[in-house]
């Protein structure tokens, strides 16, 4: 089955260590995203890649890395710099950009750190 | 700046009718997406409008008017698996989603 996995679902950390979440498609999709979702407010784009070895950054990239090596996998670090760091986080996938396309959504970590 | 606008919280009976309604200010406009979110899990894709009028999909339909900046998602005869979030975004001329915080959907029998 295609899709896109998140790892792991919940995940807990302490405060000021870094954090890296996995997401992996099968889609074959070139374009890959992470959002961040915290209560009563709507998506927020961190990071997005249209392509391999390529990545822009979105709305809240501050405290965030990406890499994008290879086309299945768009790993998103959470630095110590990252004031407001919990919450829960989404990863998707779209065919592609510079038209409109549906994304598709990994099922999301949700990370707290203490 | 960019704004969607969605109710935070809407009640319908089971069987009922409901019309969740979105409103938008973007810089451009390139199609409306409305996702199904249920609680701590990934939002799903529902409906797509770029022209104006209805688009219907079973017990799910979507409305756009683009003169007035306007959507609306309409969900007909009710189940309780219907509770949920309901996401309303928009893509602008850049082609980046702008996203409302979401209408949560709650069904009472």
């Known amino acids: 089955d295609g899709g896109i996995t998140q790892s792991p679902k919940y995940l807990f950390r302490k405060e000021g260590q870094n954090v890296t979440l996995s997401c992996e498609q099968n889609?074959?999709?070139?374009?890959m995203y992470w959002y961040r979702q915290d209560p009563g407010q709507g998506l927020r784009l961190i990071y997005y890649s249209q392509i391999v070895n390529d990545f822009q950054k979105g709305d809240i990239a501050e405290g965030y890395s990406v890499s994008r090596e290879k086309k299945e996998s768009f790993p998103l670090t959470v630095t110590s710099a990252q004031k407001n760091p919990t919450a829960f986080y989404l990863c998707?996938?779209?065919?592609?950009?510079?038209?409109?396309?549906?994304?598709?959504f990994g099922p999301g970590t949700r990370l707290t750190v203490t | 700046g960019q704004n969607i606008d969605q109710p935070t919280e809407m009640t319908a009976t089971e069987g009922a009718i409901v019309q969740i309604n979105c409103t938008y200010q973007t810089s451009g406009f390139n199609g409306l997406f409305w996702y199904q979110q249920h609680a701590g899990e990934a939002p799903t894709f529902l409906s797509y409008?770029?022209l104006d009028g209805l688009e219907e999909k079973g017990r799910f339909s979507s409305f756009l008017s683009r003169s007035k900046g306007y959507s609306y998602l309409l969900l007909k005869e009710l189940q309780m698996k219907d509770s949920a979030s309901y996401l309303c975004?928009?893509?602008?001329?850049?082609?980046?989603?702008?996203w409302g915080a979401g209408t949560k959907l709650i069904i009472k029998p």
């Open positions: 889609l074959n999709h070139d374009a």
């Open positions: 409008n770029v």
């Open positions: 975004a928009v893509t602008d001329s850049n082609y980046q989603l702008i």
């Open positions: 998707a996938s779209s065919i592609g950009e510079g038209d409109v396309y549906e994304q598709y």
